[in-house]
C-alpha cells in the first residue's frame, strides 16, 4: 500500500473479509474510498463567506465608532473654548 493511495489522510489496512484489496481507513473528517473527501467540505465556501462578512461588518462598526468619537471630542472642545472666551468659528 502505497503512501500517497488514501491521501495521507487514512491508513490502509487489509480487508476484514481476507480479500486482497486493501481498505483505507480514513481519518476524522475525510470519507470515500480513499479518503479523498472532506467531511466539511460542502460548508467551507459558505463559513468562509460568513466569516468574511462578520470581519468587514466588525471593521464597519469601528469606523463608525471612531467617527463618532472623533465628533464628540471636536464638539467638547469647541463647548471648552466657548467656555473660556475663545472666537470660535462654527
Known sequence: CRHSQCHSHGACEAPSDGG???V???DLGY???FCETTVNGHLSTPLTISV???IVGLVI???VFAKIRQRQKRNKRKQLAAQQG???SP
Open 24 to 26: 483505507c481507513t480514513c
Open 31 to 33: 470519507s470515500g474510498e
Open 61 to 63: 462598526l469601528a469606523f
Open 52 to 54: 468574511i462578512v462578520v
Open 20 to 22: 486482497d484489496n486493501l
Open 86 to 88: 475663545y472666537n470660535v
